[in-house]
């Protein structure tokens, strides 16, 4: 009988004799007053932790305690203390050798797993800390935490399986030699995601946000997430294309963000014309090309003045950027019609913006037409 019990026994009256029914109501005591220590300790921490850190997080203008306090980091880290307290004050309340090596080996389970969850939220609430102020290389980070993740939870597997099988941890790990292949397989996406992860972060090939195309997956559209193995891509019409990381290393892709980041879109659009109604320019209509072309030659035709009157009204336009090249020409003509393209650079880089400037350059096209006498297909 422990020291503690005897006390309590003499305490209550209780002769610690070799009387069965004061052993077991000794060991129940001993039992309840281990248990309500272990849960009076969890409550502490978590209480103070709380306390602590809601007190820091709004006299401080650090955003790392805002975010730990946020994803309650720090009641993981109150969940691993009961255990580390349990297995240290053990012998001072029980000492039935069975009930101890039962008790340890359950104590043991839990602070290895509750180890991991403190890891696991530990690595999440840096994570978030890392994407909210938008560090360059937090693709790298995040992928290199969840691995960190991964690792803790592959280790907390085969300390498990030390404490189930009463074995050396280490002679476990020397023996995983011969599965070494195995899990090169079963892990084959994760490994490749990790180092295809550190590359799209360090040469900043892709992040979050991002508009990219990649044709093998049928994907268009804006990144919303990377994670270890996958890259999520929300298409245009809402759908979410689900792409392997290492893919985006050996696959050719495109990604826009430099429209973004220089504000800047280039235009190439393109009308068909019919060469039939393609004829000399007349006296009447050389007046509308009068300012652009000085003089009225024989070769003149009003092909030759609708690229004029088209490149003026693309250099006009207050969208159109004067620093860039803007011009019109013709491409090889075809079957359908003559190629008329519209080459330009544009500050109008949204969707509806360029889009709607688009259809404005069109109806200008249309109307040029129509005063040369010039048919579009």
Same mark, same amino acid.
């Given at each position: *009988?422990?020291?503690?019990?005897?006390?309590?026994?003499?305490?209550?009256?209780?002769?610690?004799?070799? +009387?069965?029914?004061?052993?077991?109501?000794?060991?129940?005591?001993?039992?309840?007053?281990?248990?309500?220590?272990?849960?009076?300790?969890?409550?502490?921490?978590?209480?103070?932790?709380?306390?602590?850190?809601?007190?820091?997080?709004?006299?401080?203008?650090?955003?790392?305690?805002?975010?730990?306090?946020?994803?309650?980091?720090?009641?993981?880290?109150?969940?691993?203390?009961?255990?580390?307290?349990?297995?240290?004050?053990?012998?001072?309340?029980?000492?039935?050798?069975?009930?101890?090596?039962?008790?340890?080996?359950?104590?043991?389970?839990?602070?290895?797993?509750?180890?991991?969850?403190? /890891?696991?939220?530990?690595?999440?609430?840096?994570?978030?800390?890392?994407?909210?102020?938008?560090?360059?290389?937090?693709?790298?980070?995040?992928?290199?935490?969840? *691995?960190?993740?991964?690792?803790?939870?592959?280790?907390?597997?085969?300390?498990?399986?030390?404490?189930?099988?009463?074995?050396? /941890?280490?002679?476990?790990?020397?023996?995983?030699?011969? *599965?070494?292949?195995?899990?090169?397989?079963?892990?084959?996406?994760?490994?490749?995601?990790?180092?295809?992860?550190?590359?799209? +972060?360090?040469?900043?090939?892709?992040?979050?946000?991002?508009?990219?195309?990649?044709?093998?997956?049928?994907?268009?559209?804006?990144?919303?997430? /990377?994670?270890?193995?996958?890259?999520?891509?929300?298409?245009?019409?809402?759908?979410?294309?689900?792409?392997?990381? =290492?893919?985006?290393?050996?696959?050719?892709?495109?990604?826009?963000?430099?429209?973004?980041?220089?504000?800047?879109?280039?235009?190439?659009?393109?009308?068909?014309?019919?060469?039939?109604?393609?004829?000399?320019?007349?006296?009447?209509? =050389?007046?509308?090309?009068?300012?652009?072309?000085?003089?009225?030659?024989?070769?003149?035709?009003?092909?030759?003045?609708?690229?004029?009157? *088209?490149?003026?009204?693309?250099?006009?336009?207050?969208?159109?950027?004067?620093?860039?090249?803007?011009?019109?020409?013709?491409?090889?003509?075809?079957?359908?019609?003559?190629?008329?393209?519209?080459?330009?650079?544009?500050?109008?880089?949204?969707?509806?913006?360029?889009?709607?400037?688009?259809?404005?350059?069109?109806?200008?096209?249309?109307?040029?037409?129509?005063?040369?006498?010039?048919?579009?297909?």
């Amino acid at each position: *009988m422990t020291i503690i019990s005897e006390g309590l026994a003499r305490h209550l009256s209780l002769s610690p004799s070799t +009387s069965k029914l004061d052993t077991i109501l000794t060991n129940s005591i001993s039992v309840f007053l281990y248990v309500l220590a272990i849960y009076l300790s969890f409550k502490f921490t978590q209480l103070v932790g709380r306390k602590l850190l809601s007190k820091l997080a709004v006299k401080t203008t650090f955003l790392w305690d805002d975010i730990i306090t946020e994803q309650k980091t720090f009641n993981l880290f109150a969940l691993v203390i009961p255990g580390v307290l349990s297995y240290y004050l053990l012998p001072l309340f029980i000492e039935s050798e069975t009930l101890t090596s039962v008790t340890l080996f359950w104590i043991k389970l839990y602070i290895v797993w509750a180890t991991w969850g403190f /890891v696991w939220g530990l690595n999440r609430a840096i994570s978030t800390y890392v994407e909210v102020i938008k560090l360059n290389y937090s693709l790298a980070v995040k992928t290199v935490l969840q *691995m960190v993740t991964l690792l803790s939870f592959l280790v907390s597997i085969l300390l498990t399986l030390s404490l189930i099988l009463n074995k050396n /941890v280490f002679i476990l790990f020397t023996g995983l030699g011969a *599965m070494v292949a195995i899990l090169a397989i079963v892990f084959r996406d994760t490994l490749l995601g990790l180092v295809a992860g550190i590359q799209l +972060s360090t040469n900043k090939m892709v992040e979050k946000g991002d508009w990219v195309e990649v044709p093998k997956f049928n994907a268009d559209g804006r990144v919303i997430n /990377v994670n270890l193995t996958t890259v999520f891509v929300e298409n245009w019409d809402k759908s979410v294309t689900h792409i392997p990381s =290492y893919s985006l290393i050996s696959e050719s892709f495109k990604n826009w963000r430099t429209i973004r980041e220089k504000k800047l879109r280039s235009i190439r659009r393109v009308i068909l014309l019919t060469s039939k109604s393609i004829t000399p320019l007349s006296a009447e209509k =050389y007046e509308l090309v009068k300012h652009l072309v000085p003089t009225h030659t024989p070769d003149l035709t009003n092909l030759s003045a609708f690229r004029h009157l *088209m490149e003026e009204a693309l250099k006009q336009n207050p969208l159109i950027d004067e620093n860039h090249p803007a011009f019109i020409r013709m491409l090889p003509p075809t079957a359908q019609g003559l190629q008329i393209e519209f080459y330009a650079f544009t500050s109008a880089i949204t969707f509806e913006d360029y889009e709607r400037l688009c259809s404005m350059l069109y109806d200008t096209a249309h109307v040029i037409c129509i005063k040369l006498d010039i048919v579009p297909v």
